[in-house]
């Protein structure tokens, strides 16, 4: 399936390219801090402090924040922020097609994917080990069904698939209650 262009179009007509820089630093603002961290207080009751992690190292992990539980115990978030929700959900699977970079569905060493659409209400915890067996056990079909997603950054592509948000809660819900034969 060919993708879709996502880069907007300008007022002379020309492409409008993406900006990792801009859009990390929108992913990094400190405005919706304060909302997410309400969110894991919520979602994780024994939560002791959430930590931010600036470090480059950690963010080419896919690790953003560590929740520091009273027990001793840790788990890791890549936060995802979306400005405007369109009904799905969106799952990177290039990060540089050029070079043949996976995206972060397959990267991430984090726990928690935490997709964020402050702007419609709605944020979605999602298990990293449960989406990419949801992914094992989809794609191929997935890769046929829903439309790619073409960003341009500069000198090279990210490649995102266009997931409806109930195809995706429930393919990772249907992991959950696998079955033994």
């Known amino acids: 399936m060919q993708g879709r262009d ?3 179009v300008g007022q002379c007509g020309g492409i409008k390219l993406n900006n990792f820089h801009i859009d990390l630093e929108y992913s990094m603002e400190l405005r919706d ?12 009751p024994m939560l002791e402090r959430i930590e931010f992690c600036s470090e ?4 080419q992990k896919g690790i953003d924040k560590i929740i520091h539980f009273s027990n001793g115990n840790t788990i890791s978030i890549d936060e995802k ?16 097609k050029e070079q043949k970079k996976p995206g972060w569905l397959f990267y991430s060493q984090c726990d928690y994917i935490v997709y964020a659409i402050l702007g419609a209400n709605k944020i979605y ?9 949801a992914w094992k056990n989809n794609g191929k079909e997935w890769l046929r069904e829903y439309d790619l997603k073409i960003a341009h950054n500069g000198s090279y592509d990210t490649v995102n698939i ?12 249907n992991e959950m209650k696998k079955q033994t034969a």
């Open 6 to 8: 996502i880069a907007n």
């Open 33 to 44: 801090d304060e909302r997410l961290d309400d969110f894991y207080k919520a979602a994780f």
């Open 56 to 59: 480059i190292s950690m963010q």
């Open 81 to 96: 922020k979306r400005r405007k929700y369109y009904g799905d959900i969106l799952l990177e699977i290039w990060k540089n």
């Open 125 to 133: 915890l999602l298990p990293v080990l449960l989406l990419q067996m």
């Open 162 to 173: 266009v997931i409806p948000t109930d195809v995706l809660l429930k393919a990772i819900s």
